[in-house]
């Protein structure tokens, strides 16, 4: 590996892509560190510091929640515009439409997700201002105040700014650069933020034992992800030789891969904003005039404050349901038996059309069971690696592991084929 990296720096052209793809992240981290005036950062750390779940959330920016910079919002608003335009393609006659006319279809529909990015980034920067806020953190907030009105807008606007800056670095990067921009923007958010946590559990005293379990169970946990993500089924198909004119298509057997895990990291985002309503939700009401909605609240605030069983069994369900439920999207958007029918591919033993698509479902729900009950585990794992070593302070974010363990592998395979493109040697053997 160490010698086609070097290899890969003697290429003109794809070291100049290495540097530019670090040079970008360089700039997203220095974005990272510029903070928003009017934000009392010491109360936020102590905030960060006593929440669980927004402790995880500050884990996915980089740090750059528990300084509430400008990138605070990350590109998240981006991904979740992302999700929304891929569930409702399929309902949407002209969205299906443009999904079939190519690179033309896909610019269109990129313009789109970008668009609807804006009006998500602003709704997630005043929530979270709001909470802010009501925590004395922000001074100076409200819209519907005179004199709170223009820096509120100011801060909402700053924010999401952030987000599209962001947005247009991971472009650039998918562009110029190696590999998925936007998954390198998150990427390098992660990483950057790990010395920190290692460092704050050892401040908080360190067991050597604990750590050690943790560093194996971290290890079995990358091990297992690669594993699955590497992992499909084979399906043979057979294609029927054509003619035309004095050229003979086809004849030949080739073979249609079904990623165990198709869905990535998608259903755990999906439960995990999920799981962050209710609680968040309840806080607005803990402080209620009336009895029964503050009790109520109450209770909702501790089923949900990500300490407890309940927490987690409802989470690791819901990361199975949304892992059918986001496979069983893309199969429909990828609409295989007719691709199939169209390009004179057959399963042998299956007749084009309805037979096929029956019996492509029926695999797909069988090895969808083994993805969804595999990213179930790894959802909570976070609160069995607590249970089972002590450490609390640094946690196995299985949601960040997916993602690096996923970021990590999607570039090697681009620097694997750019160096194959050249006659050499690439990462994966």
């Known amino acids: 590996m160490i010698d086609a990296v070097a290899r890969a720096f003697r290429l003109p052209d794809l070291r100049r892509k290495i540097i530019f793809t670090f040079a970008l992240l360089g700039v997203y981290r220095l974005a990272a560190h510029v903070p928003i005036p009017g934000v ?22 980089g740090g750059s929640l528990t300084t509430f910079s400008v990138a605070a919002l990350g590109v998240y608003p981006y991904i979740t515009a992302s999700i929304v335009m891929q569930i409702v393609a399929p309902l949407i006659p002209a969205l299906q439409e443009l999904q079939k006319e190519g690179e033309a279809g896909r610019t269109r529909i990129s313009q789109y997700t970008r668009l609807l990015t804006v009006p998500l980034a602003m709704l997630q920067a005043y929530a979270q201002a709001t909470l802010l806020a ?18 509120t807008v100011s801060l909402i606007l700053t924010l999401t700014a952030g987000t599209m800056f962001l947005v247009w670095l991971g472009e650039l990067i998918t562009e110029k650069g190696i590999g998925n921009g936007i998954s390198l923007i ?6 950057a933020r790990l010395p920190t946590s290692i460092a704050q559990t050892v401040a908080a005293g360190t067991n050597w034992i604990g750590m050690g379990v943790l560093a194996v169970i971290g290890l079995v946990m990358v091990l297992g992800i690669v594993y699955m993500n590497e992992g499909q089924r084979r399906i043979q198909v057979h294609y029927a030789k054509r003619i035309r004119g004095n050229r003979v298509y086809g004849g ?20 995990m904003s999920i799981m962050l309503i209710p609680g968040t939700v309840a806080t607005y009401f803990v402080g209620s005039e009336s009895t029964w909605v503050r009790n109520t609240a109450g209770v909702i605030a501790g089923l949900f404050n990500g300490v407890n069983w309940f927490y987690w069994l409802l989470f690791f369900w819901l990361v199975v349901g949304f892992t059918y439920f986001y496979t069983a999207v893309v199969f429909q958007q990828q609409n295989l038996p007719e691709s199939l029918q169209k390009q004179g591919g057959v ?20 090895i969808t069971l083994l993805g969804a009950l595999f990213l179930g585990v790894i959802a909570i794992m976070p609160f069995i690696v607590g249970q089972l070593t002590g450490v609390q302070v640094l946690t196995l974010s299985s949601t960040g592991i997916l993602i690096v363990v996923g970021v990590v592998l ?8 750019q160096l194959m ?3 050499y040697e690439g990462f994966i053997k």
Do not use: C, W
């Open 40 to 61: 009392d950062v010491a109360r936020l750390q102590e905030l960060f510091a006593t929440n669980q779940l927004l402790g995880l959330l500050d884990l996915f920016s």
């Open 134 to 151: 009501r925590e004395g953190i922000i001074a100076n907030f409200g819209l519907l105040d005179r004199t709170t009105f223009l820096p």
């Open 186 to 191: 998150i990427f390098g958010g992660i990483v």
């Open 252 to 271: 030949t057997t080739s073979y249609l891969p079904m990623r165990v895990n198709s869905a990535g990291m998608i259903p755990l985002i999906f439960a």
């Open 347 to 366: 399963i042998p033993g299956r007749r084009p059309g309805r037979d096929t698509a029956e019996y492509l479902n029926r695999i797909l729900n069988r």
């Open 410 to 417: 999607d570039t090697m395979k681009q620097l694997e084929a």
């Open 421 to 423: 493109m050249r006659h």
